[in-house]
Structures are given as structure tokens and as C-alpha cells.
């Protein structure tokens, strides 16, 4: 029974293409999150909703849109793929949104994104 | 500047070794910290919360010290199994949003 889980695993596309990533959780949790890591394992926050809500949207082009049709889904949605998305997309859930040592972020495995 | 740094090693070291790992973060209204680790290509998991008073959980120290902006992460008697990439993560002021540092490379050799 896997608490996060991510579609697909792997991602090999053209520059232009449109693609979607698919993260759903298990675990009942209100909020719901998407990282990029790059080639550098930097992991960085790029979207966080909170009950089917957008709450933190960083400075992230608008080709990236983000999509929760409940509370137990958040999708991605990429338009114009460039070479520089390649990276790994990870997926996270939180019981709610104020995160502590009581509230732990689950990931999910994770997309790798190549853009050809 | 960024927001967390940690020292990217790698680390090598023999079992049973000490190793100890560090971080700073810039922000100082920094509510929450943690620290992950993460197995090559795999998601990141908890590995511990880090008090201001410090904590300890089996052979996995962390300390904190706000007045420095500072995080530590100690591991006694290495194991083969502690090799990974560990991260240094704190949370802003709200408290919802994570920011990680690019992590620290464990290598633990028999």
C-alpha cells in the first residue's frame, strides 16, 4: 500500500511537448505539495495546496500549472516542455499545512523528467 | 546567500566511525527544523526533528542554535546503511514551507 504514489515513474519527452504528472495519497492528508530537484539534488518547493486550495506558489514559470480535483490528488501539468525541466518532480502530503515534528511530509518516488 | 547550506562532502569514513554534519540557514525567523535523508534515487524520508534543547534518537544526534542559525547532525558507530545523502531542511515563519539545503553525501566503507 504505497502512501504516495506518482505517474509515471519516468518521463522522456521532446522540447514543446505538453506532459502531465499524476501524485495521489492514501494517508487522508489535507495538503498536499510538488518539489523539483534538480541535477544539483537541490530540492525545491514549487507548489503547496491545502484542501483543493493553492497556498504557496513560488516563482515558478506559468507553463507549470497544478491541478487538485480533491483532496487526495495533485496533478501537474507542464506546457512547452524546455531542456532546463529536466529533473526529478517529487510529490509530498502532509496531515495539514503547519509542518513539525508532529506533522511529517510524506514523498512520494518521484518523476524523472527528461526533456530531449 | 542561500536560505540553508550545508557542506556538500562527500564524506567518506570506515564503519564505525564518527561523522558529524552541518548546516546554516539565513532566515531567522526559521520556525521548524529537520533533517532527511535521502537514498540515491529515491525519495527523501524524516530522519529527525531537531529541538532547540537538542535531541538524541539511538546513534543520531542533532543540536540547534538559533542564536548561530546553525543545525547539526552527529552519527555514532557508522554503519553501511547510514551511507546516503543527508539534508538539512528548515521551515519559514508559517511553518509550511520547507526549504531544503542540497545535502550532504555519506559514504560509510567496510
Known amino acids: 500500500d504505497t502512501a504516495v504514489s506518482q505517474t509515471p515513474k519516468y518521463l522522456v519527452t521532446q522540447m514543446g511537448n505538453d506532459k502531465s504528472i499524476k501524485c495521489e495519497q492514501n494517508?487522508?492528508?489535507?495538503?498536499m505539495y510538488w518539489y523539483k530537484q534538480d541535477s544539483k539534488k537541490f530540492l525545491k518547493i514549487m507548489f503547496s495546496y491545502n484542501n483543493k486550495e493553492l497556498i504557496i506558489n513560488e516563482t515558478v514559470p506559468n507553463r507549470f500549472s497544478p491541478k487538485s480535483p480533491d483532496k487526495a490528488h495533485l496533478n501537474l501539468h507542464i506546457n512547452s516542455l524546455e531542456l532546463g525541466d529536466s529533473a526529478v518532480y517529487f510529490c509530498?502530503?502532509?496531515?495539514?499545512?503547519?509542518?513539525?515534528?508532529?506533522?511529517?511530509?510524506?514523498f512520494g518516488p518521484g518523476t524523472r523528467l527528461t526533456v530531449l | 546567500r542561500k536560505e540553508v547550506e550545508q557542506d556538500p562532502g562527500p564524506f567518506n569514513v570506515p564503519e564505525g566511525a564518527t561523522v558529524a554534519f552541518n548546516c546554516t540557514y539565513s532566515?531567522?525567523?526559521?520556525?521548524?527544523f529537520f533533517w532527511y535523508r535521502q537514498d540515491c534515487r529515491k525519495e527523501p524520508k524524516l530522519l529527525m526533528s531537531v529541538y532547540s534543547s537538542g535531541n538524541e534518537d539511538g546513534r543520531f544526534t542533532a543540536q540547534l542554535n538559533r542564536a548561530s542559525q546553525y543545525i547539526s547532525l552527529l552519527i555514532r558507530d557508522s554503519k553501511l546503511s547510514d551511507s546516503a545523502t543527508y539534508l538539512c531542511v528548515v521551515t519559514l515563519y508559517n511553518n509550511n514551507d520547507m526549504r531544503f539545503g542540497a545535502g550532504t553525501r555519506l559514504t560509510v566503507k567496510p
Open positions: 532566515n531567522s525567523a526559521s520556525q521548524s
Open positions: 509530498a502530503s502532509s496531515q495539514d499545512r503547519l509542518l513539525s515534528s508532529y506533522n511529517e511530509q510524506f
Open positions: 494517508l487522508g492528508h489535507d495538503t
